[in-house]
Nanobody, 129 residues
Framework: HVQLVESGGGSVQAGGSLRLSCAVS????????MAWFRQVPGKEREGVAS???????SYERYVKGRFTISQDKAKDTLYLQMNNLSPEDTAMYYCTIRELQTYSGYPKNCVSALRAGFNYRGQGTQVTV
């Protein structure tokens, strides 16, 4: 039974910081891509950041330089450190996993695979700025 449980969301003033966590269980993270995306009601979801099994990270332009994605493999936990938050960052934030072997496209990397979809997703944590 796969579970992704996000935590760390809340309300913060503009310029403030939050650290989101995503505890993962029930799935092997070897060769898995992990990512955060966010969604505002009535709008399409948008990517935030991703990290592959080798630790290579990728960020969307609107969070680059402010957000940092990381993972603790020993704890099977994904993090998102968010600094200098602005009202435009207000959204529900979701943790996702894409198993790279389930992606048949090209190039076969996490950025491309995650844009095509994900295998597992958490319930989300609300961030309000």
């Amino acid at each position: 039974h796969v579970q992704l449980v996000e935590s760390g969301g809340g309300s913060v003033q503009a310029g403030g910081s939050l650290r989101l966590s995503c505890a993962v269980s029930g799935v092997t993270l070897t060769n898995a891509c992990m990512a955060w995306f966010r969604q505002v009601p009535g709008k399409e979801r948008e990517g935030v950041a991703s990290i592959d099994s080798a630790g290579k990270t990728s960020y969307e332009r609107y969070v680059k330089g402010r957000f940092t994605i990381s993972q603790d493999k020993a704890k099977d936990t994904l993090y998102l450190q968010m600094n200098n938050l602005s009202p435009e960052d207000t959204a529900m934030y979701y943790c996702t996993i894409r198993e790279l072997q389930t992606y048949s496209g090209y190039p076969k990397n996490c950025v491309s695979a995650l844009r095509a979809g994900f295998n597992y997703r958490g319930q989300g944590t609300q961030v309000t700025v």
